[in-house]
């Protein structure tokens, strides 16, 4: 009974692909978009959610970046918390770090000056104390963000760790740092490894938030043990795609995981990505994460990580071998060791073949292959045809409306999938129509083999030269597809014996197809091969053990392996590349308003379409013509609306970067705004205040970005003070090479030199600094130098070493030149009306568009000097 339920035919064709396809769609989408339920007040693990939510209220309420008085109350609040953990406690520690001051070279040619903010506590191990796991995150934000998810969630997460440690003292030490500094230049983690503690740190997991909310990502490893560990957590999240994708450069947003790996720790990002459109706004509330589910995920996730790192020894916190994970559906993580993967590939490439050509010479010497070779070749003009319309749906959203998939991700996402489907099966369903084959399934399989076969081997050549073990799923699907090849290859030697006659006496379409598309079968070989010439003899009534028809040989083979071919072909493959879809369309869909390239964000959705297609491909020529017509239909629909549709919504607003500067001395100020695309002059012409004419364009500092600069009101960034006295700049000439430059500056602890020629500063130093690992003189000449103070309105001391530019022979007193230079302090603090161009822009810009920040501050104040 149950193979006469499962034909090979399209009514139940298309209901299993249906089914199996929109379970997986759903069941993904789930996953992305609906997190696991929180407890209402308190698990019984030991976490207490409700202090920690009140935690995230208190600190999350207004931006508070390095340069703001709010980054004290904030820096207080994790002290005062972390005393109350501590009790008296002689196995805790806590180091509120105002001792370290360092420098450092971030990039050639600039100096980087800093005074430490850090706070941290140390929970010595009862067993091992020699080394220490690594819990970090910072406490300030972006100078617009009031970072609930950048990076309060983490901060209050690790406030929830401590309390759990306090209470069960681990067995193997314990540091967890709130680093502050880390929005102005990974600052914070920097000054951590000038720490006496950071000696003891074998392996590190850095909390992080790069979105608002949603399910929290492994973006990141270069740890086995901790990536192993993270596998036992209750919902592990992310793939080795992710560090791939970092690796080559895909993805440029830098974490303090880049600081600590640089230095040669081990170690994990925990990071949340979803919701990026309100990252590094005021969009970036409590209120906006929607519930506590983010907060309880993320402390869940790492007390699990807390229980497997503290509670053992750290044999294994040193290894740094390669590795291959990923998640399914958010609830099991798969984790297998690179060379185990290597080997893996390796045994699946040699064998895979092997096993296919002896399995089709048995065939070949059974007489049961019944097709010889019309057939063939229909696979790969069908996948050439997908790829040109994945081609032809990169360029066409690349061209017409880029930034669409910022705001409207699932239509874009909608319109792909159809799209790239059409292309890459209709081909094999009209192949069918017009010239069936008995086998049509079988082929199209061995085909699909041998293009992952290919595949397998060039991922396999990456993966061993590069350490990419992003291709996994390539790994996947190519070892479904053999499996689903040995299946079909195995149930075709259940066949007769092949009969001459039965392909071409009478034609399939004959038999299946309207009248009204009857052809001759001579249409196909000219002649009726192996029936010798009619004569009176010749019977009218061929003999039915003659008549082999297609539909005959599907019938010889059982009726429904063709489910278990699907099955196994389909559905791991289609989780995993729907998994990745979903990943790519959170992570990388919003960044085209930071200046990516549209473009590589439509070639990989592109891509991960041609995938989710193709394991159809074998079982496409019994998909109903409906089916196609309504795929057309809503692909051409879906993108008409993506092509015409305003890409920017009050949900998912378009960023604007500000920046103001102001001239100290003449007392006028300019402020910047950036943005990608042709919106930023949309948007400025609704901003009354601002004279259109007046505005003038520059290329932006990526590709795709513009800047407009005009004349605004001017900053009230120390409104007590004239703007001349913001800043104070001294320089004292100290010999015929050498000079001290003084600045200070009111209400900030940031403040910058910049030098724009005359002689070369070979050598910079920051009085006050730690000299370990600082380079002096400096590899190429100094331009830039950012000093940062933990205190308000102090003075820094710069010691500076002149050579003459072009040649080093000739004496700086036989020159004529002067030193030029500009000194700058930054200010990020708006509250209280001290920015009223910014104020101005919040009132004024369309509800479509919002405001951010890039880097540090938001107000520069400059005066020019020389020596």
Not at 61 to 68: E, L, R, T, V
Not at 490 to 500: A, E, F, I
Not at 538 to 564: H, Q, Y
Not at 692 to 706: L, N, R
Request: charge should be negative.
């Amino acid at each position: 009974m149950f193979p006469s339920l499962l034909p090979f035919e399209k009514l139940q064709v298309t209901i299993i692909v249906l089914v199996c396809y929109v379970a997986a769609i759903i069941s993904t989408v789930v996953v992305q978009e609906r997190l696991p339920s929180a407890p209402q007040h308190q698990h019984a693990v030991g976490l207490h959610l409700d202090d920690a939510l009140r935690d995230l209220q208190a600190i999350a309420q207004f931006p508070h970046p390095f340069d703001s008085p709010k980054n004290d109350e904030v820096g207080d609040f994790v002290n005062q918390r972390l005393k109350s953990i501590r009790n008296d406690k002689s196995w805790i520690t806590i180091d509120v770090d105002k001792h370290n001051n360092a420098s450092w070279y971030p990039t050639p040619g600039t100096v980087t000056y800093m005074e430490s903010r850090n706070i941290a506590i140390k929970f010595e191990g009862s067993k091992w104390n020699e080394s220490a796991v690594l819990f970090t995150a910072h406490y300030d934000t972006s100078s617009l963000a009031p970072g609930a998810t950048d990076d309060t969630i983490a901060v209050v997460s690790l406030l929830q760790m401590a309390d759990y440690l306090a209470a069960n003292q681990p067995e193997r030490s314990v540091i967890i740092l709130f680093d502050d500094g880390e929005e102005d230049g990974l600052h914070g983690a920097r000054m951590f490894l000038h720490h006496p503690w950071s000696k003891l740190v074998q392996s590190f997991v850095n909390a992080e938030g790069a979105g608002a909310g949603g399910r929290p990502n492994l973006f990141r490893s270069s740890s086995p043990e901790i990536t192993s560990a993270f596998g036992s957590a209750p919902h592990p999240h992310g793939s080795s795609l992710f560090s791939d994708a970092f690796k080559l450069g895909l993805v440029r947003s830098r974490t303090d995981y880049d600081v600590y790996t640089a230095a040669g720790l081990p170690g994990v990002d925990y990071a949340f990505y979803t919701g990026r459109q309100k990252y590094h706004t005021m969009e970036d509330t409590v209120t906006n994460i929607r519930d506590r589910r983010p907060l309880w995920l993320m402390m869940e996730n790492l007390n699990s990580l807390v229980k497997s790192l503290a509670y053992r020894s750290d044999s294994q916190a040193t290894d740094k071998s390669g590795f291959v994970y990923f998640d399914v559906f958010g609830e099991a993580q798969f984790y297998l060791r690179f060379d185990l993967y290597i080997v893996l590939n390796i045994l699946l490439i040699a064998l895979g073949p092997i096993i296919v050509v002896l399995l089709g010479y048995s065939l070949y010497r059974s007489h049961k292959i019944h097709s010889g070779w019309r057939g063939w070749g229909r696979f790969p003009l069908a996948l050439v045809l997908g790829i040109a319309m994945g081609v032809l749906s990169t360029g066409w959203y690349s061209e017409y409306n880029p930034m669409i998939i910022y705001g409207h991700s699932y239509s874009v996402i909608t319109s792909i999938i159809c799209l790239v489907t059409i292309g890459a099966l209709f081909p094999l369903w009209i192949a069918h129509w017009w010239s069936p084959v008995p086998i049509q399934r079988g082929q199209t399989l061995v085909e699909m083999f041998a293009f992952w076969w290919l595949i397998a081997i060039v991922n396999l050549i990456s993966a061993a030269r590069q350490e990419i073990t992003g291709g996994f799923f390539i790994t996947f699907f190519y070892a479904a597809t053999l499996a689903a090849t040995i299946i079909t290859l195995l149930d075709q030697h259940r066949l007769n014996k092949q009969v001459d006659a039965a392909p071409t006496l009478f034609a399939e379409d004959d038999l299946i197809r309207p009248s009204g598309s009857r052809r001759s079968s001579n249409h196909h070989n000219g002649s009726i091969r192996g029936i010798e010439s009619a004569s009176e003899r010749t019977p009218l009534i061929p003999r039915a053990e003659d008549l082999v028809a297609p539909r005959k040989l599907e019938e010889e083979t059982l009726g429904w392996i063709w489910v278990v071919e699907f099955l196994v072909a389909a559905v791991f493959p289609v989780i995993l590349i729907l998994q990745i879809m979903w990943a790519i369309l959170a992570a990388l869909g919003p960044t085209v308003v930071d200046g990516s390239k549209p473009v590589f964000v439509y070639m990989f959705l592109s891509i991960t379409a041609l995938l989710f297609a193709l394991p159809v491909a074998p079982f496409a020529h019994k998909l109903p013509v409906t089916f196609f017509i309504v795929l057309a239909v809503v692909g051409l629909a879906t993108a008409a609306y993506n092509t015409f549709e305003f890409p920017f919504a009050q949900g998912g607003a378009y960023k604007v970067v500000f920046w103001q500067s102001a001239d100290l001395q003449a007392g006028n100020s300019t402020v910047s705004l950036t943005g990608v695309g042709p919106y930023l002059k949309q948007a400025l012409r609704d901003v009354s205040p601002v004279e259109y004419d007046d505005v003038t364009w520059e290329k932006g500092p990526v590709s795709g970005v513009s800047t407009a600069k005009f004349p605004a009101l001017a900053p009230r960034s120390v409104p007590t003070l004239n703007m001349a006295k913001w800043m104070n700049i001294e320089v004292e000439k100290t010999g015929i090479s050498s000079a001290l430059i003084r600045i200070s500056g009111q209400e900030t602890r940031a403040c910058r030199l910049s030098f724009e020629g005359g002689y070369n500063v070979s050598q910079v130093l920051v009085r006050g600094s730690n000299r370990d690992g600082y380079e002096l003189p400096s590899p190429v000449p100094v331009k830039h130098v950012n000093l940062w103070k933990r205190t308000w309105n102090a003075t820094w001391e710069v010691e500076v070493e002149l050579t003459a530019t072009g040649s080093s022979n000739v004496p700086l007193h036989q020159t004529a030149e002067v030193l030029r230079g500009k000194a700058s302090c930054i200010w990020a603090d708006r509250n209280d009306g001290r920015i009223p161009a910014l104020d101005q822009l919040y009132v004024f810009l369309p509800p479509w568009a919002t405001m951010t920040a890039w880097g540090s501050g938001l107000v520069e104040g400059w005066k020019d000097f020389t020596i």
